[in-house]
């Protein structure tokens, strides 16, 4: 088993940014096997930036990534459908991003570490640190289960533990794109 690719939670690397500096707090992930769709809600995107220089190659990577003509990765290529939908909270001043995706077989679920088990169930390593929940899924001993036919979701909220010292330099998103959106 692959581990759970952080691609669920690290915005760019559904377009090929390497070293992405966007995540998202809290993903929720919905797969729907009948109709072979994966939505993805990236909820409070944030970064951790420490020096000038990271604030300027933030804002750079949100504006390529926001781009409607920005490429997504080549892990996408078979897929018939990507959508991408950034949305803020006014009320929590949060910047959002939902994406949809169309895949082709179940073998595409491996990108994000998700494979069909001996039993027939959609299986994924369990990592305690990624803070995964789901009422769909059973835990048995590493690897969280599904159905394989009917939709399930989990969430996954990475920055749970993060360690103390990194909270001060935690730069939410929502102001930085309110700025390059008004230009």
């Known amino acids: 088993m692959e581990e759970i690719k952080i691609l669920f939670f690290i915005v760019g690397a559904f377009f090929g940014v390497n070293q992405s500096q966007i995540v998202a ?3 929720t992930v919905t797969i729907n096997p ?8 990236q909820e409070n995107l944030i970064s951790v930036v420490q020096k000038e ?5 933030l804002t750079a990577e949100l504006l390529k990534i926001s781009d409607s003509e920005t490429q997504w990765t080549s892990e996408f290529d078979t897929y018939s459908k990507k959508e ?7 009320e929590n001043k949060a910047l959002n991003l939902k994406l949809t995706l169309t895949y082709s077989t179940n073998e595409d679920l491996s990108a994000y570490g998700i494979y069909l ?5 959609f299986s994924m390593t369990n990592f305690p640190k990624y ?3 789901t009422t769909d899924g059973i835990l048995n001993d590493r690897y969280w289960n599904f159905k ?3 939709p399930f979701t989990f969430t996954l909220e990475p920055l749970t533990d993060l360690p103390e010292k990194y ?3 935690i730069k939410n998103l929502f102001p930085i794109w309110k700025t390059i959106k008004s230009k």
């Not at 009948?34 to 809600?41: G, S």
């Not at 220089?53 to 190659?57: E, F, V, W």
């Not at 088990?117 to 169930?121: C, W």
């Open 53 to 57: 220089s990271d604030s300027i190659s």
């Open 25 to 27: 707090e809290k993903s």
């Open 117 to 121: 088990n001996k039993e027939g169930e």
């Open 131 to 133: 803070h995964m929940s």
């Open 167 to 169: 909270n001060a330099f």
């Open 84 to 90: 991408k939908e950034f949305y803020t909270s006014e």
């Open 148 to 150: 394989a036919d009917q």
């Open 34 to 41: 009948e109709e072979k769709t994966i939505t993805i809600i």
